[in-house]
């Protein structure tokens, strides 16, 4: 009978356990991939679940649509361009904020070929280039192509399908192609499958120095529910540092959870993304943080190429540190 009773009694506290969890929907900005490593490692590999969390994924199409699902409340937290929830903040006065830093560059890039006359950004110059239509690139070319003695006279833009930028760029259709660094191992491969060089040229490098990608949250989650956001921010940035350490695993997180996504195609996007993440600013600043002068850069580059008056907002304003663990 004491056995019975003391089974039972851990199966009721196992289950209560269970019920405790609390339950927090994320809100990707697109779908699965290795550069999403972080969120699949945090479920797949306990962070979430240690910090009593119960997580579930909601894939997406872009920012604007992320941003819209966590400010009515769809979602809870997840990830989207900071430079787009600053854009919603002046016009729409949208309830998100964002609590932690992701990609503290930008993912921006030309892909060109080598042998193409492309070896550095000015070399754009009187050349075709193609981009898809609903890029946050587009926002942002006129202000680098200028950082750079340039203007959009000074090339030819054409817009097309995400699916036909590298064939184009392989066969010679186009001169360079306008894409993310997370795609540089997808695009290398299919251009060396086809015996040529890629040469990839980072507007980071040339000038455009901003925040990016960033986990933003709902403002009525964050008000309602301020001790599961702590935990889940503090387990994501955990998931964040075992995918640096560990990226094959994390890679075969992402396909223990999609198993239609295979690992070396989400190795590839996770080691694109890791610089993005991982550099010179992190040092500096420390990992998810939100310096006061590189988020002001943000807006005034945010600002200038939406046409937005710069003092409309207070870039400070977009941002709460208080979700971050205390060093």
Not at 25 to 53: H, N, S, Y
Not at 147 to 170: H, S
Not at 183 to 188: A, I, L, M, Q, S
Not at 287 to 302: I, S, Y
Request: negative net charge; hydrophobic residues 45%; glycine residues 8%.
């Amino acid at each position: 009978m004491k056995v019975i009773v003391i089974a039972t009694a851990m199966f009721l506290a196992g289950a209560a356990s269970v019920q405790a969890a609390d339950k927090v929907t994320f809100q990707m900005d697109w779908l699965p991939g290795g550069d999403k490593a972080a969120i699949f490692v945090c479920l797949e590999r306990g962070f979430c679940e240690d910090a009593g969390l119960d997580v579930s994924l909601e894939t997406g199409r872009g920012s604007s649509e992320s941003l819209t699902k966590l400010a009515t409340g769809s979602s809870d937290i997840g990830n989207a361009d900071i430079g787009a929830l600053m854009a919603a903040r002046v016009t729409e006065n949208l309830p998100v904020t964002a609590v932690m830093s992701y990609y503290n560059q930008g993912p921006h890039a030309f892909f060109t070929l080598r042998g193409n006359g492309i070896e550095k950004f000015a070399d754009v110059k009187g050349k075709h280039l193609v981009t898809s239509p609903f890029t946050s690139s587009n926002v942002y070319l006129p202000l680098v192509l200028n950082d750079n003695g340039l203007t959009m006279d000074d090339i030819t833009l054409t817009k097309t399908d995400p699916g036909a930028l590298n064939p184009m760029l392989v066969t010679g259709r186009t001169d360079a192609v306008i894409s993310w660094i997370t795609d540089v191992t997808r695009y290398t491969r299919q251009v060396e499958d086809a015996g040529r060089e890629m040469i990839v040229l980072p507007w980071a490098d040339a000038g455009l120095v901003m925040y990016s990608g960033t986990i933003v949250a709902s403002d009525k989650f964050l008000a309602e529910r301020p001790d599961v956001a702590r935990r889940f921010v503090a387990a994501l940035l955990e998931s964040v540092k075992y995918m640096r350490e560990n990226p094959q695993d994390a890679a075969q997180a992402v396909n223990d959870a999609v198993p239609e996504l295979d690992h070396p195609t989400a190795m590839g996007s996770l080691q694109d993304a890791i610089g993005l993440i991982f550099n010179e600013v992190t040092e500096r600043d420390g990992l998810g943080a939100f310096e006061p002068e590189r988020l002001k850069a943000t807006w005034d580059r945010v600002a200038a190429a939406q046409g937005l008056d710069a003092d409309a907002l207070d870039p400070e304003s977009v941002v709460n540190r208080n979700f971050m663990p205390e060093n």
